[in-house]
């Protein structure tokens, strides 16, 4: 501990977190070592929708080492509830979720019997002695059939497919449309795709009859929400459901969810309690019956004036809900309606949602949540104007920027931004790229009959998730900073970091308001029963969220501190209290905080009314989401021969408010950047026809590699919010939400030559050698 | 059948069934839970260890077929509480956020600069191929991998390989 | 993830991975680098009742690079090809090839014959062989060994000329004559399989005039091929620019049926099969690209 010592906030700490992780002594669910441990393996349907004729559970359960075997009926007799879905609509019609189908299977990954065995591999081979025999249907797959009449229905009990339909809306949008100089229509598919963490899900359940405690570990974003949620469909008391997040491998919004899974684990173990059960995905299983994101079809259309300027935006669109509304899912491409303006002032706009089901794995929010979708959309648009007027993209975008000086800034869907200068940033942007001199380089190349394309993207994402009033089940987030008797720190926060850094981060952030060296200070998370109540790790929220929840935190402790230290020190009161480099000084006399720990927790001369003990937990309720915003710009070259698209420049020019740690936050938009890079280029969840997943593995769903992404040009601009007293808006997503558009644009652009207006994606080099094709020689 | 193998230098000898794979070997019955399970399609590289010196992907080879060989895993990198350059250099660089991917990442890595001690950027890139993150966009990971050569080079490195200079650019296409 | 059952036997010499074969007839299968027989067996979608190791068979996995035919042993892994100096000299189309295999982990596992007798549709090793005009030596119940053509070795889908109870145990490729060799491949995104795939060995001295030309195609149709057409285009005339194009033109003459699925439909690798076979072809001719 050193006064005089450079702050830790501000600056690339290396993370605490990895020196477990570097040496392969970290615990991932899969890594945690129980006693008389029992494996679980789940028969799933290999059809997409078909009626249970009947299901032949004999042999596997008298297979060598087969201790159990559930279906629904015995989830039926013990009284389990459904799946939840958290995000109901209005008038949605919602079907019962059964954790294990009843009657009917309604997409092929469905969890139908689950089996459970002395070894992994007994539990697995007991899977193919069962046998079945099921009716197949026609599946709903293709979402606009699915809602035409005739079409076979997901769920007959609902009499449609149709789940919902939502509006948002404002201004006079015919008028606008009337009047507009020009009006650009496009139809957008914005893919499904697969979250794919590295670590699969996967869980282990225990329950201990004596105790009547049951405790989950799962990989989740969520340990609070998943107690709750847990608790609630099991029929237990929530004070005797523990729920651990232990490591956790990536989530993407894959792992904010409540899964079927975690009941059926849950009540296998209360079956076999004390005995545990663990499940672990495969990654083919991961595939199928994790959440996948985005799966939006959607028609925008925009009206302009003559010089460019956006005067409204119309977008009718189709959400792919798949079988079961999961978690979160309805509430998903509501978000696109609230982003669709992006960062432009627009006078008019609206948006007709619908959402469907179909027979395939349920959509729910990944890495970006509807943000991306509404991105897109804008920034695709806005190119469309600037194609149609012969304007430069870039000029059409700073024709419809508000000025920094009309922040806060109340948006066409209702939103207020809290901050932002978006010239500001795409100034820095284009100047970083040397755009001018890009498009200079593009006429030459278009000479030599190279096709060089460069794209422009200017995203606003909504952050920090959120005031309580946006999120069903609350969007504070909480901490407690509890100095031990001998001065070191524990922080334990709501908020559960998988990978974003939060350990660190926080600990910076604790260090430096305490005075302590890093290594002073371990930051806790995930763990219901040692972390007060808290909501999660997702919407780009740890941080500005819960990382303000911990300022206040320290606030409060120091404030106590300073109590006792005026006692002791015979000051008059705690404002006299000096407090610098966890020293409290006051009458020329000082005390560390360990001394002061010590004082507090033994208790021998306190303050009157003073509690013993030293510490304190805030619970941070933010007034407005935050509004992170930046431009980046793409350059590639599209081979004229074979479709192949190369990314030869990427520059992202980021604005998330404060940063605590550079290196995190680089981190967070290079993984944001190749999570659309993947959307872009290569990722999408293919059913066929008849409901099967084509790309059900890693041989057909391509995630980037290494060699698939050029090096990144990062910078950023810092404009403060008001929304949280750190100034921090959050990063996780920025990348995600940015990056797509910016990749799409730069490729139309460079196949301009051949009349190319929009290109679905992902980006397929047959897709764009199809377009060169069509579009002649040019 | 009977196995005997010596991992991270300490021999061990165990009865197996032939089809137990070698990532199950080392997690459940050794309890090294340093190499992990990505996928079953040999594509992710999570489960990459040295197996008689050189990189293979633990899930696509069988105990048995290890019987006799020296395999090294993650936890066998560090050497009397000093961490591997590449531990080190993914360290220094935030060449990993979950960690999930990490330990096979850093063995690849390690067999990279072990074949080709001065990478260009491009070979760095090519020479990961195997190994799948989704958290970092690997340019911090690359990062890492180019710190470790450079704190390599500063010591005794392994010779090169013939072919190690050449090693392929492994870009989609040729 | 969990393969079912098997037994497992790891003979030390050919003879007696012939006589375990022989004697366990449909349910026993060979093992080589496992690297698409183990996934088969974990994914479930194929079953053994025995495997039978090859990898512990000393006189299958030598390489001698030496003399003339380069001899390799069919256990010979990818990377092995890859790394050797003397490979690299005496035939820089098979270090290529080898090196554009999967991944460096996979290519220390999988071998050469493994993948040959295995017969993927996209695996990169049929390319070189047909383009080569490697032999491949069989060995079966009897003492006496089997030389057959690689071009007499692709039969079909995953299917070959080896009979039941027979071994692919070698791979015999002549030196190329002076002149130029080249493997473009096409990965498909996701599994690093080829979508096409196309080596060519020309073989010219200083007056371009091409003595010999051999070309295997991967990845275009239900079995790698030759491509003989473009060989006759080329061989005996001089390899200028229209030549090459010219012949590249015909790499996928007579594919009748091409392979077609999510990541490129039989129309665009047929291109890609041209596009890259020209490309080839200036790369093996000493020309710049295009």
């Not at chain 3, 039989?266 to 080839?280: D, P, S």
Request: charged share 20%.
């Amino acid at each position: 501990m050193s006064a005089a010592r450079e702050p830790y906030v501000g600056r690339r700490v290396k993370r605490t977190e990895d020196p477990r992780l570097i040496r392969g002594l970290a615990h991932y669910v899969d890594d945690l070592r129980f006693a008389d441990l029992l494996h679980v393996s789940i028969v799933r349907s290999m059809y997409a929708h078909a009626r249970i004729v009947s299901l032949d559970l004999a042999a596997a359960r008298s297979a060598a080492g087969v201790v159990d075997v559930v279906t629904v009926e015995d989830l039926d007799r013990a009284r389990i509830g459904d799946v939840p879905c958290a995000a109901s609509m209005a008038g949605m019609k919602t079907p019962a979720h059964r954790p294990l189908a009843r009657g009917k299977v309604r997409f092929v990954g469905e969890p139908v019997a689950a089996i459970v065995a002395t070894s992994a591999y007994a539990a697995r081979d007991a899977v193919d002695l069962v046998s079945f025999e099921f009716d197949p249907l026609d599946a709903a797959v293709d979402l606009e059939k699915a809602l035409a009449p005739g079409s076979p229905l997901v769920h007959e009990e609902l009499g449609t497919n149709k789940a919902f339909e939502w509006s948002v809306a404002s201004g006079d949008l015919d008028a606008v449309f009337k009047s507009a100089a020009k009006v650009l229509t496009q139809r957008i598919v914005h893919q499904r795709l697969i979250p794919c963490p590295m670590e699969p899900r996967g869980c282990v359940a225990q329950y201990l009859p004596g105790e009547r405690q049951l405790t989950l570990w799962t990989s989740t974003q969520i340990p609070h929400l998943v107690r709750t949620a847990l608790a609630a469909v099991l029929g237990l008391a929530e004070n005797r459901v523990r729920v651990v997040a232990p490591e956790v491998g990536g989530g993407f919004g894959a792992k904010l969810n409540f899964y079927a899974e975690e009941i059926l684990l849950s009540v296998l173990a209360m079956r076999l309690g004390p005995r545990p059960v663990k499940w672990i995905a495969t990654r083919r299983e991961d595939f199928a019956a994790t959440i996948h994101g985005r799966g939006q079809l959607g028609m925008i259309e925009g009206a302009a004036d003559a010089e460019g300027r956006l005067l409204g935006i119309r977008y009718r669109s189709i959400q792919d809900l798949g079988a079961y509304p999961q978690l979160l899912a309805p509430a998903i491409p509501t978000l696109t309606g609230l982003m669709l303006p992006g960062c432009y002032k627009v006078g008019a706009m609206r948006m007709d949602l619908t959402g469907v089901y179909t027979n395939k794995m349920s959509t729910d929010a990944y890495r970006g949540a509807g943000r991306p979708e509404a991105t897109y959309q804008i920034e695709r648009l806005i190119d469309l104007v600037a194609d149609e007027l012969k304007l430069d993209p870039v000029e059409v975008r700073r024709r419809n920027f508000p000025a920094a000086s009309e922040f806060p800034f109340k948006t066409a869907s209702g939103l207020t931004y809290d901050s932002g200068d978006y010239r500001r940033a795409m100034d820095k942007a284009l100047a970083l790229a040397g755009y001018e001199k890009l498009r200079a380089e593009q006429q030459s190349a278009r000479l030599e009959g190279r096709l060089l394309g460069v794209g422009v993207s200017s995203y606003v994402e909504i952050c920090a998730l959120g005031p309580s009033a946006a999120l069903a089940a609350g969007g504070w987030e909480s901490a407690t900073v509890r100095i031990e008797p001998s001065g070191k720190v524990t922080v334990l926060t709501g908020a559960s970091p998988h990978g974003q850094g939060q350990e660190t981060s926080f600990a910076q952030l604790a260090a430096d308001f305490l005075g302590t060296d890093l290594d002073d200070v371990i930051v806790k998370h995930g763990d219901t029963a040692e972390v007060q109540y808290g909501i999660g790790t997702f919407g780009s929220r740890a941080t500005a969220v819960g990382g303000t929840a911990l300022w206040h935190a320290l606030g409060r402790v120091v404030e106590k501190a300073k109590r006792l230290a005026a006692h002791l020190l015979g000051a008059a009161s705690a404002e006299a209290v000096g407090f610098e480099g966890g020293v409290f000084v006051a009458n020329g006399k000082t005390l560390t905080l360990a001394e002061l720990a010590t004082a507090a927790h033994h208790a021998k001369s306190l303050p009157e009314g003073f509690e013993p003990g030293l510490q304190a937990t805030y619970a941070f309720e933010p007034k407005n989401f935050t509004f992170p915003f930046g431009t980046h710009v793409c350059v590639v070259e599209v081979d004229r021969n074979t479709g192949d698209v190369r990314i030869v420049r990427y520059v992202a020019v980021d604005d998330c408010g404060r940063v605590l740690n550079p290196l995190l936050v680089d981190g967070q938009v290079h993984g944001g950047i190749v999570q659309a890079l993947g959307q872009a280029l290569f990722e999408e969840a293919v059913y066929d026809e008849g409901g099967q997943l084509v790309t059900g593995t890693f041989m057909d769903y391509a995630l980037p590699r290494a060699h698939d992404c050029p090096r990144f040009e990062t910078d950023r601009t810092e404009t403060p919010t008001d929304v949280n007293p750190l100034g921090v808006k959050g990063v996780g997503e920025a990348g995600t939400i940015g990056a797509t558009p910016a990749i799409v644009n730069a490729v139309v652009d460079a196949l301009e030559p051949f009349g190319v207006r929009h290109v679905d994606m992902p980006l397929r080099p047959e897709k764009i050698w199809r377009l060169i094709q069509a579009g002649g020689k040019a | 059948m009977k196995l005997a193998v010596t991992v991270n230098e300490k021999a061990h000898e165990h009865e197996v069934e032939p089809r137990l794979l070698l990532v199950h070997y080392l997690r459940e019955v050794l309890g090294l839970t340093g190499t992990h399970v990505g996928c079953e399609t040999t594509l992710c590289g999570a489960c990459t260890v040295l197996l008689d010196g050189v990189p293979v992907k633990a899930c696509t080879v069988l105990a048995i077929q290890a019987d006799g060989a020296k395999v090294v895993t993650i936890e066998g990198l560090e050497k009397d509480g000093v961490l591997d350059a590449m531990q080190q250099g993914f360290w220094e660089c935030h060449g990993l956020q979950c960690g999930f991917c990490t330990p096979g990442m850093i063995l690849a890595a390690r067999d990279l600069l072990d074949r080709n001690p001065h990478p260009t950027e491009d070979q760095v890139r090519g020479g990961l191929d195997g190994n799948l993150c989704r958290c970092t966009g690997y340019q911090h990971i690359v990062d890492a991998v180019l710190h470790a050569a450079k704190k390599r080079g500063a010591s005794a490195a392994p010779a090169p390989s013939p072919a190690a200079t050449a090693a392929p650019g492994a870009g989609r296409h040729a | 993830m969990i393969p079912a059952p098997f037994d497992y036997a790891a003979p030390r010499t050919i003879d007696q991975a012939l006589a375990a074969l022989a004697e366990g007839g449909e349910g026993t299968k060979p093992l080589a680098g496992g690297q698409s027989l183990i996934p088969v067996l974990k994914l479930r979608l194929g079953s053994a009742e025995r495997l039978l190791d090859l990898g512990r068979i000393p006189e299958l996995r030598a390489i001698r690079a030496d003399g003339d035919p380069l001899v390799f042993g069919a256990a010979a892994t990818h990377a092995a090809i890859e790394d050797s100096a003397a490979v690299r000299a005496a035939c820089p189309l098979f270090s290529e090839v080898a090196g554009r295999i999967g991944d460096r982990q996979i290519r220390n596992r999988g071998t050469l014959g493994g993948s040959l007798a295995h017969a993927d549709p996209a695996a990169d090793w049929p390319a070189a062989v047909l383009a080569l005009e490697a032999v491949l030596v069989a060995r079966g119940p009897g003492k006496v060994a089997r030389s057959i053509a690689a071009r007499e070795f692709f039969r079909g889908l995953m299917s070959t000329a080896l009979a039941p109870g027979e071994l692919l145990v070698e791979v015999r490729v002549r030196r190329p004559g002076a002149g130029g060799t080249a493997y473009q491949k096409v990965r498909q995104s996701a599994s690093g399989f080829a979508i096409a795939g196309v080596a060519v060995v020309l073989e010219y001295g200083a007056d371009r005039v091409c003595k010999r030309a051999g070309v295997g195609v991967t990845g275009v149709a239900d079995r790698p091929y030759a491509a003989l057409a473009v060989e006759k285009a080329l061989t005996g005339r001089r390899l200028d620019e229209a030549t090459l194009a010219a012949a590249a033109a015909l790499v996928v003459e007579g594919v009748k049926d091409p392979l077609s699925d999510l990541h490129a439909s039989g129309e665009y690798r047929l291109h890609l099969a041209r596009v890259h076979g020209e490309r080839a072809l200036r790369r093996a001719a000493g020309l710049a690209p295009a």
